[in-house]
Every structure is written in C-alpha cells, then in structure tokens.
C-alpha cells in the first residue's frame, strides 16, 4: 500500500562531489524491494513536488532506506543540508522493481552508469546469478564501487580513462570479453539505447530502469511516459506510465 | 450541520471535488483517499477515440507550482465505460465526467454516448485545455465560440453540463455569462494558465510542448478574482479551483462564490489533500457555528 510517510534521517555523507548517500528510517522499507523509488519531498514550499529517487539499498531488518543521489537543482541540493535526526517526507513505495527471478542461475550483468549505479547495489544483493558488475563513471569518483564489490566482479569504465576501460559501461564489455544471459540496468538514456541494441543483437533479454519528469509518482497524471512497442494497457495508446508501468522495462517493449 | 451543495438538481454531500487530470478515474488515489468521503470525482478528460497525447517532457516545476502539457492522453469513451465508469460505480460518490474534444462532433460522441449512464451525474466539458493544438481551447477563448459549443451540446447531454473555462481570457465575465446564456448547467474555473519555462543551463524549453498550463497554489490568487467575477456576473452555480491545498483556501473560494471546489495540483503533493480538506471545512463550520455550508457561498460582497 502506498502512503506519504515521515522519515528520520539516520546519516548522511558526500561520497564524491554533489553526491550524497543518506540512511533514512521509514516504514516504506518494510514493503521496498531492489529498483523501486520513492518520492522525496523538499520543504520549502516554492518546490512542491516529490523527487523521485531510486533505492540504493534495504537495510537488512526492512526499517531503513538508503537514497544515493546527486543534486540536481533546488530540492537535491535541500536535501543535501540534511542532518541526523531531521525529518523527511516520503511517497512511496513506487513502481515496479527489478524481476530478478529471471536471473536464477544465469551469468547476468548489472550496469549501472552514473547517478544509476545506486539502484544495482540493492540489485545485486538480491540477485542470484554469477553477478557482472558494469559501472560507468565520468572520472575517478568511483562512488558505491567498494559496496557493489561484495557481491559479484565490478568492472569498470571512465569517460575520461583514468580507472578502468576508456570509455562506456559497452566498452567495458568488449575490452574484458564478457558474456552474459539476462542484463539489468540504470542508467542515462544513450547507455539504455546501447544496452537495447546489445541485447537484442545478443538475443538476450535486458530490463532497463528509465527515468522522466514526474509530478504525481503515482500513475494519475500521466507525466511520465514511454513510448512502448504494444498498445499500453492504461490509456490504451502506446504510453506506458514510467512511475507504475515501469520504470523498469523489458528492453524489447520500449521505444527508446 | 449540512454540508451537503446542490448543483444543477443534484445534491453533493460535500462541495470537496477532484480536479479533471489529476485524479485520474480515480483509481490510483483510492489507495490514499476513501473516496466516499468526497463530493465528487471529476475524471480524467475523455474523448471519443484514444489521445496518444504529447511528448515527453510534459511536467515542470516552477515557483511555486507546476506547468503540465499532458495533451489530454486518454484511453477513449469505449475504454472509459467499461473500466472506470464501473471502477466508480462501486462508491458513493457523485461521478462528472471531463469531456473533450477536436470538434464539435467529438464531443457530441462523448455527450452521447453517456447520456443513458446513470452513474454519471454531470459532464463537465473541457473547452480549456491550453496543450492540444486542434479544439479544446478554441472553444473556450472567443464568447461567441463558447455560446455555439454550449448551446449544441445542451441539445444532446441528459445530465446537466458545467463548461469549464479558460483563465487565459480578457474578460471572465464575458465568457461566463455566454455559457449561461446559452444554457450551461453550471460552471467551473480555472482550468490552468499558459506558461512558460526556458532550461538556462541546455538552452532548451523545459517542455516539449513549450507551453504548459501551470497550477498549485501560486495561482490562487488569479483563481479566486476570477471565480469572484464570474460568480457574480451569472446566476448558474460555479465550481472552482486553482490551487487549493487547504480547507482554507476552499473555504476562500466558496466565500469568493464557488458553490463547491475542486483539488488539482496539490493531490500531487499531499494525496491526502481532499479528504483533509472535507475535515477542515467540517472543523471551520463548528468553529464559527455555521450550520449550513451554503451559507458562506459568496458572503463577501
């Protein structure tokens, strides 16, 4: 059941620069599981509406959420001010998660590319396959790397080269000659384009999380739309709502 | 203590209503709102075929508030009868549907095509919508315009119909007195003012559509002026809205002379905010003693 809830801040940190990793304490955890978001919303009343953020990761006993974010205006940056014991207020839990059934027993490979990486950490603690880890960075702030190394084999790739492949979370795939049954990714949008092509070329399936301007997270507004391949089952036109249809796709069902 | 509004013949037990696209058919609210406990639920605009809508992005935030160019996506009348109208049926709550159109005949399908459901109480027509190239707001921005579509769709609608009007009009009392003279039931406003918002770090607009319609609470203050003047120019009842987040600022409405409210934007912020809002105004009339709510409609002069 979705709710509007409180939060209390447990930590924060900068883990590079102008992104943040914060603990909050919620009831949302009890129900949250890997690729799912939650509504985030600032308190200054010039800004209204809920950011949506991934979840990074569960605490263990489900009383506690992680959001790793990077400001991106007014409200990320409101939070960033965010201190131990303030209170926050939450929407959520919303959308649909990874299916990470599909991965039971097969070589997958988790991508995550940039300010997507943080979901794939909760991902790979729940999944179940032989765990390729593909992170993208821009440089050498190699945020959440040391987390996701615990639970399978991190490859790396820098746009400007300094750690890892030169290059895209693709190039990294060729340069280590890495195979894989069922992909899951977070990403920017020409890194999910690429992933789409690979997958499809591969005859693999690839579930991408994507992302759109929201207001309502809920599914009413109709905001947040993808294009999709069939007629979408809501409003019957070929848009699948990202906030509750998604944000994580079948690759194949998506024009990206 | 009677907060029960009539409207056109039909009686509301509350005047506290959902704003037309953001509530959906109410479904996704359902799991925050018992949405017994509302007056009415206004859908989601509906047309005669399905709406594939605008592109992305269609939301923004600015100051305040919020610009949405949705473009009206919809599933169309066929779908509409056979998933919400029953979905809605299940509560007791008073249903008006938000009808829209390219052409007058469009909405004529629409009207008809409900004219013989009785779990709609109202149809409320959207000759408003500032996002979609082809009708809708043509309707709504010229009174002889408005006074043509009015007048055609009383011909065919069984339920009574409430236009809904533009705020990006010279004159609101022009606009409202033509529906009423041609035979509107009753009417709503404001439907959402054009706006406009430039990204200064991509050089880009931040809608595809460039233009949106912007609401929330920065533009109550617009909502309620003009709420004041059309109330005062017709006798037909007016609903209004344009940012109400609180049973104050309904309260604020009804005394600038809305006959009931309505929720929009704010369901975004606080899903809980028309079921709120029902309590509030209940906590206000034992506050002052005020033993009928119709009471307090249109009390300033």
Known sequence: MKQKTKGIVLSQKEIAPDIYDMWIETSLAKEACAGQFVGVFPKDKSTLLPRPISICEIKEDKTALRLVYRIAGAGTAEFSKLCEKDTVELLGVLGNGFPLKEAEGKKVFLIGGGIGIPPMLQSAKDCDGDKQILLGYRDGQLFLKNDLEQYGTVYVATEDGSVGTKGNVMDAIAANNLKADVIFACGPMPMLRAIKKYAAEQGIKAYISLEEHMACGVGACLGCVVKTKEIDHHSHVNNARICTDGPVFDADDVEI | ?301
């Open chain 2, 1 to 301: 203590m009677n907060t029960q509004i009539e409207i056109a013949g039909v009686t509301f037990k509350n005047p506290v209503m959902t704003a037309s696209g953001t509530f959906g058919s109410g479904m996704e609210y359902s799991e925050f709102v018992d949405l017994n406990k509302l007056g009415a639920v206004v859908t989601k605009g509906v047309a005669n075929v399905p709406w594939p809508g605008n592109p992305t992005p269609r939301v923004t935030e600015v100051y305040g508030g919020m610009l949405n160019a949705i473009g009206l996506q919809n599933p169309g009348i066929d779908v509409f009868m056979e998933r919400d109208i029953p979905f809605l049926k299940k509560y007791d709550t008073k249903v008006i549907v938000n009808v829209c159109g390219k052409t007058v005949e469009d909405y004529v399908e629409v009207v008809e095509r409900l004219a013989d459901e009785p779990a709609v109480a109202m149809l409320e027509i959207n000759v408003s919508c500032p996002n979609v190239k082809e009708g809708a707001i043509a309707f709504g921005q010229k009174a002889c315009a408005l006074y043509d579509i009015t007048d055609e769709l009383k011909k065919h609608a069984k339920q009574p119909i409430i236009m809904k009007l533009s705020p990006n009009v010279t004159d609101i009392a022009e606009m409202a007195k033509a529906a009423e003279a041609a035979g509107a039931d009753a009417l709503s406003l404001i439907n959402t003012i054009t706006g406009m918002k430039i990204d200064i770090h991509r050089r880009r607009f931040a809608l595809a559509n460039k233009t949106g319609g912007m609401s929330g609470p920065a533009i109550k203050p617009i909502a309620v002026r003009m709420v004041y003047q059309a109330s005062h120019a017709v006798k037909i009842p007016v609903i209004g809205m344009g940012g109400i987040a609180t049973a104050d600022d309904a309260i604020e409405f009804m005394m600038a002379g809305a006959s009931a409210i309505s929720v929009g934007a704010m369901n975004f912020v606080n899903p809980y905010a028309t079921s709120e809002i029902v309590d509030g105004i209940e906590a206000y009339m034992r506050q002052y003693k005020i033993n009928d709510l119709k009471d307090i409609i249109g009390c300033v002069e």
